[in-house]
């Protein structure tokens, strides 16, 4: 069936809708530090929004799924993250966003779990694969799509590069959707809208493609992508 959707899941803060950049999201799911679920996903932050709203600017056709993990601040807990991931690995949803990670290793071993299951479904995460010089969890971790930061890369594409330890990575720019009147600068920006910008790539170049479920999978359908163009 090639016609299915692609579906994101926006690990972040929640969605608010309607918004002037995204008219409305498949459905979603609230985490809280405790792991409990609630069906309440509003954003308060603004964060997953703008995540959401980047992604949806790229691939409009995707479905999105809002899995909010920020309260009151965009710092959460490793194993709501995990039940975060599983919650959409559980749904065959087909692309997780992680616009977030840790910087700390010895969480590696918690996150991992989560991260194999999930390749084992067939979701493929994007995430910060480093951040301001430092490896992030899970981007860095084997199977994940991991995202670099270019500030002068234009907003529009992503570039797929190999690396030095072996499989490849993107790179993408770090600014999120433009809001009329607002400076680049005073907007949102930075790492997390760089993996956005990725994910909405990613999800645009995966339509019509359901074989591809895997990180390299999905890097390939981009390079294939490219190559038309």
């Known amino acids: 069936m ?48 703008a995540v959401a709203s980047a992604i949806h600017e790229k691939a409009p056709e995707a479905e999105i799924y809002a899995v909010k993990v920020f309260e009151n601040a965009l710092a959460t807990s490793v194993p709501t993250l995990v039940r975060a991931i599983d919650w959409a690995s559980e749904r065959g949803i087909r692309l997780v966003n992680l616009s ?19 390749i084992e479904r067939g979701t493929v995460i994007v995430s910060a694969l480093e951040h301001e010089g430092q ?36 790179v993408a720019s770090g600014y999120p959707r433009p809001i009329p009147g607002v400076p680049p600068d005073r907007n ?19 339509i019509g493609s359901p074989e591809r479920r895997s990180a390299e999978d999905a890097i390939d359908a981009l390079r294939g992508q490219e190559a038309r163009t």
Request: negative net charge; aromatic residues 4%; glycine residues 12%.
């Open 135 to 170: 490896a992030m969890y899970p981007g860095c971790l084997e199977g994940v799509v991991g995202v670099m930061l270019f500030w002068n890369h234009p907003r529009e594409t992503v570039t797929s590069v190999a690396l030095e330890t072996g499989g490849s990575a993107l």
């Open 2 to 49: 090639t016609d299915a959707p692609v579906t994101v899941a926006i690990v972040d803060s929640g969605v608010s809708v309607p918004h002037p950049h995204l008219p409305g999201v498949a459905g979603g799911v609230a985490i809280d530090l405790a792991g409990k679920e609630q069906e309440d996903y509003a954003d308060v932050l603004g964060h997953g929004t």
């Open 100 to 118: 977030l990670g840790t910087p700390n290793d010895f969480r590696a071993d918690e996150l991992a779990p989560a991260v194999e299951r999930a």
């Open 188 to 206: 949102l920006n930075g790492i997390s809208f760089a993996v956005a910008n990725a994910t909405g790539v990613l999800a645009a170049a995966l």
